[in-house]
């Protein structure tokens, strides 16, 4: 959407890249980071309930051959009572011209089971919403 419509449209989506295929530019966005304990997400492809989903630091963190999803964190997210949550707006798409859709009145929120901490990056109960992983933490 950012390549058709331009970033200024979309700027509220982190850079992401499909590794890979842009190795090269995540390597560059990497190395560019605006300071050093820059934070990326890294998600495997084809992977599902947050199965291999981790923080990265660096371009070499990246394993050398395997199809994944590389985003820039976003450092700041918004919390409630401390603790990152998501929310997911169900929409069924039945004709695209003209545009046709249909919002489901209602969601699911997803939070994380322990307060957000930056100090802490591999902390995956702090830093991520997956039910499958969060039901795991005996803080739950």
């Not at 947050?50 to 395997?66: A, D, N, Y």
């Not at 707006?89 to 011209?97: D, F, G, I, P, Q």
Request: charged share 20%.
């Amino acid at each position: 959407m950012q390549s058709l419509y331009g970033v200024k449209n979309f700027d509220f989506v982190p850079l992401s890249f499909n590794y890979p295929k842009q190795s090269s530019q995540l390597k560059t966005e990497m190395k560019m980071a605006k300071h050093k304990h820059a934070l990326w997400i890294m998600k495997p492809k084809a992977s599902s309930q947050g199965k291999g989903i981790t923080l990265i630091q660096s371009f070499e963190e990246v394993p050398h051959g395997q199809p994944v999803l590389v985003q820039q964190y976003i450092a700041n997210p918004m919390l409630i009572n401390g603790f990152k949550f998501d929310l997911r707006v169900y929409v069924a798409l039945t004709s695209v011209n003209p545009l046709r859709l249909y919002v489901y009145e209602e969601g699911l929120c997803r939070f994380a089971s322990e307060k957000y901490n930056t100090d802490d990056h591999k902390n995956v109960y702090s830093h991520l919403t997956n039910y499958s992983i969060n039901k795991k933490n005996e803080n739950h």
